[in-house]
């Protein structure tokens, strides 16, 4: 009952969507440290987690182990793109990989794609990692989370969201 009682509370905390939610999902084309590019239209039809990280964000590393269990549980049913920028290059983003059992594509962004999804300006120019953003199977954010801030980040929380997006 008490297992119900959370699974319950963190699924209508992750209901509130996000500030850079319910919008059609910004398109992009990045390359991997194979030079294999990756678009968000590749995964149509499924549930597709894009993670804006950093390979020295103590968040990101724990988000990481996170989004390795949901990739266990969920299968063929998720795709998952992590996303990083400068400092981190094609060499920190393997080590980071192989250290945390990542299957999923680690891509490299310059900034264009980062400023598109967290909507950067001038007025707005901060990015904190990580960055979660929850796409359906329709190319839409559903919902996004800041992890520095967002404690609700947990493998039940968001399975709980993407069982509401697979049905």
Sequence with gaps: MKLLMVTIAAALTLAAAGDFSNRRAPGFSLSDSHYQQHDPQD??????????????????????????????????????????????????????????????????DSGQM????????????????????LIDGDGTIRNDFEGAEDKALTVEALSAEIERLIK
């Design 43 to 108: 995964y149509r039809g499924k549930v597709l987690i894009v993670d804006i990280m950093a390979t020295g964000c103590p968040t990101c590393i724990h988000l990481a182990d996170i989004l390795v269990q949901l990739k266990a549980k969920y299968g063929n049913k998720l795709a998952i793109i992590s996303v990083l920028t400068a400092p981190d290059n094609f060499e920190t983003g393997d080590r980071f990989a192989a250290a945390h059992g990542i299957t999923w594509p680690i891509v490299f």
């Design 114 to 133: 980062i400023a598109s999804y967290l909507k950067v300006t001038p007025a707005n120019p901060q990015v904190h990692f990580p960055h979660l953003f």
